[in-house]
């Protein structure tokens, strides 16, 4: 079974945030990425986009939380996280700057 979504599509964006800092220090990274996205195409785009070389992923579904506006009661949308770890010593130079 093929999956229409591209490499370069997998990937939606990176989440930054304290815990996410102090997992990047010990060689994890965390990607909001496609809600088809399976774990073997997420470090397959990793792998391809950055020339890293992965060593496991975790994928996680995150769940809408209710909010409301005015009399209205709702969801925010679900989404998917990818937990990827990388080889010991390489690092991703985009999430350097941050």
Partial sequence: MALSISTENI?????LSE???IMREKGFYVFKVDSRATKILVKEAVAKLFNVHPLFC????????PKRQRSRSG???????AIVRLKAGEKIPLFEGV
């Fill in 19 to 21: 815990k996410t800092n």
């Fill in 75 to 81: 969801y925010t949308a679900t989404w998917k996280k």
């Fill in 11 to 15: 990937l939606i964006a990176p989440i």
């Fill in 58 to 65: 975790n994928i996680q579904i995150v769940g809408g939380k």
